[in-house]
C-alpha cells in the first residue's frame, strides 16, 4: 500500500481485515516502525482517530508528531501560482516537502466546507499533499471520505457477524448541525465491497452520492428499511443533492428502542462523537445492542494494519534498490 486516502487503496479487503484482527489479539509491539516518523495534521477537531492511530504508531514502534493544523502552524495556500498577500503565510509546496522530510507517513484531517460541492469533491488538501509530499499519505478524514473508519466498521461487523450474509442498514439520523458525507460515503462504499444485504435509509432529499451507492437500495420508509436488520449503522449528514444544507431536524428518524425492536435484536453501531437523544436514544447506546465502544476500540487495530502495510510496502521497495 504506498497511500491510504481512498478505500481503493486496500487491494485485499479481507485480508485486511483479518490482519487488523489478528493485530488486536496480538499483545507484543512491532519492530517495523522502528526509527521512523508519523506526522499528523489536524485541520478539525479529534477524539478517537487523533489518538488510534497515534498508538497504533506506537505499537509498530514508531514515534508521532501531531499539530493541529488550523490553530497552531501558519495557514496554508493551497491554490497554484497565487499572490501570497492575504493571511496564509505558508505554500503547500513548501510545507508537505519539508513536512516529508522529517515524516516517514504524513496524515492528513481536512473537512468539507460543504459550500462548493466541486471545490469539496476536488479533496484539495488531501491530493495537495498526496502531490507535494514525497513521503506516503493517510486520510484521517477527508471532505468525501473516511476510509479509516470504514475499515474499523468492517472489521467490527466481521469480529460480530454470525450470519452468511448479514443484513446492514445505514440509517440517517438528525443533528443540530450540517456534517460531511464522509462517513456515511466510506461506509457505503466498504459495505458493497463485504458480502451483505446492505440497505440505506434516509428521508427524501438525503440521498447520497449516486456514483458511490450505486446500485444499493434506498428506501425513505425506516421502518420498512430496518426489518429484519441485524446491524445498523446510525449516522447524520447533510444533503448532497441541495449540497451541505440541513433539511430536516425530524426526530422521527432518531433511533430509539422502539426503532430498535423492528430489528433482529440488531447491533448498534455510530462512528461517534454520538449527540444522544437525537441521533440514538440514551435507551438504546446503554443497551447491550450497542457496540459503538466496540467500535471505537478497533480503531487502533485497523490504524495498525494499514500503517503496518504502508512500512512494509516501503521495506520492499528499498529492498529493491527503488526510491521509496
Ligand atoms: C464528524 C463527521 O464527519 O460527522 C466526525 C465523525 C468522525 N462529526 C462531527 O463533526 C460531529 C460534530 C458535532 O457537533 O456533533
Redesign the pocket.
Known amino acids: 500500500m504506498k497511500n491510504y486516502t481512498e478505500l481503493s487503496d486496500i487491494k485485499d479487503l479481507q485480508q485486511l481485515i483479518t490482519e487488523a484482527l489478528e493485530l488486536k489479539k496480538s499483545t507484543s509491539t512491532l519492530e517495523i516502525g522502528k526509527g521512523k516518523t508519523l506526522g499528523m495534521l489536524f485541520f478539525?477537531?479529534s477524539l478517537?482517530?487523533r489518538l488510534s492511530s497515534e498508538k497504533a504508531a506506537k505499537l509498530l514502534g514508531m514515534e508521532v508528531m501531531v499539530m493541529n493544523a488550523g490553530s497552531d502552524s501558519w495557514k496554508l495556500e493551497f491554490e497554484d501560482g497565487a499572490v501570497m498577500d492575504s493571511d496564509k503565510a505558508e505554500h503547500i509546496k513548501e510545507a508537505a516537502a519539508v513536512l516529508s522530510q522529517y515524516c516517514d507517513i504524513i496524515a492528513v484531517r481536512a473537512?468539507p466546507d460543504l459550500k462548493d460541492k466541486e471545490k469539496d469533491e476536488a479533496e484539495t488538501v488531501l491530493n495537495s499533499f498526496k502531490k507535494f509530499a514525497s513521503v506516503p499519505v493517510v486520510n484521517l478524514?477527508s471532505a468525501t471520505g473516511?476510509p479509516l473508519?470504514a475499515l474499523t466498521d468492517a472489521m467490527t461487523i466481521s469480529e460480530l457477524n454470525k450470519k452468511d450474509k448479514p443484513k446492514v442498514v445505514l440509517s440517517w439520523a438528525p443533528?443540530?448541525?450540517t456534517?460531511?458525507q464522509?462517513?456515511p460515503n466510506s461506509f457505503a462504499e466498504i459495505m458493497q465491497n463485504l458480502d451483505v444485504d446492505f440497505v440505506i435509509t434516509n428521508p427524501e432529499g438525503y440521498d447520497l452520492n449516486p456514483k458511490i451507492t450505486k446500485n444499493v437500495s434506498v428506501i425513505h420508509d425506516q421502518a420498512e428499511a430496518l426489518k429484519d436488520a441485524d446491524f445498523v449503522y446510525v449516522?447524520?449528514?447533510s444533503s448532497y443533492e441541495n449540497y451541505g444544507q440541513k433539511l430536516s431536524e425530524d426526530r422521527n428518524w432518531t433511533f430509539s428502542a422502539k426503532k430498535l425492536k423492528l430489528t433482529n435484536n440488531a447491533k448498534v453501531m455510530h462512528?461517534?462523537?454520538v449527540?444522544r437523544n437525537m441521533v440514538i436514544a440514551d435507551e438504546v447506546l446503554d443497551s447491550e445492542n450497542s457496540v459503538v465502544i466496540q467500535q471505537a476500540g478497533n480503531r487502533t487495530f485497523a490504524a495498525q494494519a494499514v500503517l503496518k502495510r504502508i512500512l512494509e510496502e516501503k521495506v520492499q521497495a528499498k529492498d529493491l534498490g527503488k526510491n521509496a
Open positions: 478539525n477537531p478517537r482517530t473537512f478524514e473516511h473508519q443533528h443540530p448541525k456534517l460531511p464522509s462517513v449516522k447524520n449528514w462512528c461517534l462523537p449527540r
